[in-house]
């Protein structure tokens, strides 16, 4: 019991930011910043951190590997994992951006002034 009532004020101090920023009305800039922070930081971090993981199991299989199933099979687990990333990152992305866009967060405008063909009025 004293640890579900650690937990729960931990999350209480977690939010107490959000909950501070929404009396004020920055709420928005704040999301728009974690937004961007995921978006630009974190997702090309582990991007690159999963590529890299999938350079170094081919090199493992391939090169390292030779004649060693055992090192293949290092190799072969690499490369999924690294795959795994990629997929898990995909995912991230769009349900971050899904749900951004969704509750207004995102910075796209809506479309208000919709380009369309000029027409001539002569005849």
Do not use: C, W
């Amino acid at each position: 019991m004293k640890k579900i009532s650690m937990i729960l004020g931990g999350f209480a101090l977690m939010l107490a930011p959000v909950i501070t920023l929404a009396q004020f009305g920055q709420i928005n800039t704040f999301m728009d910043d974690i937004s961007i922070f995921i978006n630009n930081t974190l997702i090309p971090l582990v991007f690159a951190i999963a590529l890299l993981m999938f350079i170094y199991g081919v090199f493992k299989y391939f090169i390292l590997g030779g004649h060693d199933p055992e090192k293949q099979k290092e190799g072969r687990q690499l490369m999924l994992y690294a795959i795994v990333g990629f997929v898990v990152m995909v995912s991230i992305f769009g349900i971050v951006n899904l749900i951004a866009g969704g509750l207004g967060f995102s910075n796209q405008e809506n479309i208000q002034n919709i380009p369309n063909v000029p027409t001539s009025n002569t005849r």
